[in-house]
Nanobody, 119 residues
């Protein structure tokens, strides 16, 4: 069972930057997608950014141009660099890994790290 541990959350002023990290406890299957999701108080969890094992990236429109996702396959890790943060970015950020085995998939989630952006 893969375990994901996030780090890097905290309090920052609007316009500032934060970097999140997520490390998996063991090797991830070759075909996979790593990503970040967030959930603000009273709202549903939403996609922030994903990066495929082949390197393709996908971003939510709300973070395009401000956030950058990257990964280190050797370390089984995924990162999220967040710049120009806004108060509306305040949320618990969750790391996610999806492993694909033919027609089946296996999802893993971290416990989340809180990002608070003050105005």
């Amino acid at each position: 069972q893969v375990q994901l541990v996030e780090s890097g959350g905290g309090l920052v002023q609007a316009g500032g930057s934060l970097s999140l990290s997520c490390a998996a406890s063991e090797s991830i299957f070759t075909i996979n997608v790593m990503g970040w999701y967030r959930q603000a108080p009273g709202k549903q969890r939403e996609l922030v950014a994903t990066i495929r094992s082949g390197g393709n990236k996908n971003y939510a429109d709300s973070v395009k141009g401000r956030f950058t996702i990257s990964r280190d396959n050797a370390k089984n890790a995924v990162y999220l660099q967040m710049n120009s943060l806004k108060p509306e970015d305040t949320a618990v950020y969750y790391c996610n890994v999806v492993e694909y085995y033919g027609y089946s998939r296996r999802d893993y989630w971290g416990k989340g790290t809180l990002v608070t952006v003050s105005s």
